[in-house]
């Protein structure tokens, strides 16, 4: 008999791999715990097919870019849409938070019909910063051209 191990060295076995090698060889096609196991099997491999064939639910915001680059009395030769990702649009958002007097960090989350902004301020009393912030955000998403434009919240919290 050839032995492929090195001389003086043993395969040493996992205790637990023997268990499970005994109950392994213990069963029998017909057992009831294979049949569960493949019934349970095939339901997942359906829920993955499921998964993969259904179509997500859109999740873009759409930008009205009427006469953008386009000549007047020239129609176009296939009709466009353009959308933003709701990523796109929260990155959005937060680049014009930051960039407003008093901001220190913020957050920003979106949806297809709401932007909520957590805003950090270094100010002990943020008086009317949330109006600033909420307004200043919301003109920015209008001049980008989203229709309709998601309703913008925002939360300001006090460094202390």
Known sequence: MVSHQP???RLVV???????????????????SVEGLGFAAIVVGVI?????????RFSALTVDVAGAGAGEGTSPVQERETVMTRRAVAHLAKARCVQ???VDSAV?????TSVHLSVKTFLHDPGDLRTRVTDAVRARLKETGLDPVPQV??????RT
């Open 7 to 9: 001389a003086g060295q």
């Open 14 to 32: 996992h205790p637990a791999a023997r268990i499970t090698s005994r109950w392994l060889n213990a069963l029998a096609w017909n057992d009831p």
């Open 48 to 56: 993955l097919l499921l998964c993969a064939f259904i179509p997500g």
């Open 100 to 102: 407003i007097d008093g």
């Open 108 to 112: 920003a989350t979106a949806t297809t």
């Open 153 to 158: 919240t925002a939360a300001v919290q006090s």
